[in-house]
């Protein structure tokens, strides 16, 4: 056998080789990108949509206090509710997504039970009057208690530079998400981040 014939057949012997080590690779290669593929489009799939996002509080601080009149007569302190999650929105007549928001806090505040879980809808510098003309537009009704922060001290306290702002607390007091601007606050997404802070 010539040299040139045994180079030829040691090149077509490693072609074979290399074939059919590649195949299965070419095939796990595949496989892989498909997974890759298929987890980016369920993560684009499940991310929250905007009106749904919530920015979690690192290192989880304890709420500033809260000791409001209500608009029902009741003194409202934010530590007789420690064993429950709260929401904490504060909100403003005059704020067009507090307006679009309120019917959604209340779907929230009925599908919850409330021996876990409170909603406390703090209304910043208006007075009563006006807060009952503009309840009074909601059908089914508002249930929930509405807080009066007519100095607008509570809302300096907790640092809201715009509303609506939300603040949802951990059964320990903690605050473990923030919100600036309307949310869809009966959405799953959302539901299902205090569902589990209600389960802990």
């Known amino acids: ?13 490693l072609t074979r080789a290399q074939r059919f080590l590649i195949g299965p690779l070419y095939a796990l290669v595949l496989i892989g990108l498909m997974i890759i593929s298929s987890r980016l489009v369920n993560a684009q799939t499940e991310a929250p949509s905007p009106n749904e996002r919530l920015s979690y509080i690192h290192s989880t601080p304890l709420a500033n ?7 029902d007569d009741t003194t409202y302190s934010l530590l007789d509710y420690r064993g429950k999650v709260v929401v904490v929105n504060f909100w403003a007549t005059w704020c067009p997504p507090c307006v679009a928001e309120f019917p959604l ?45 007519r100095s607008m001290k509570t809302l ?8 609506p702002t939300t603040f949802i607390i951990n059964k320990q007091g903690q605050l473990v998400y923030r919100a600036t601007g ?19």
């Open 1 to 13: 056998m010539s040299n040139l014939q045994y180079s030829i057949r040691q090149a077509t012997h």
């Open 65 to 71: 206090a809260i000791e409001l009149p209500g608009l």
């Open 105 to 149: 806090m209340q779907q929230l505040w009925d599908r919850l039970d409330q021996s876990d879980f409170e909603m406390l809808a703090v209304n910043v510098g208006e007075d009563n009057d006006d807060i009952r003309r503009f309840l009074a537009r909601f059908d089914p009704p508002i249930e929930f208690p509405i807080l009066l922060d």
């Open 156 to 163: 300096r306290d907790w640092g809201v530079l715009g509303l």
């Open 182 to 200: 309307g949310r869809d606050m009966n959405s799953d997404h959302i539901r299902e981040k205090i569902t589990e802070l209600i389960s802990k």
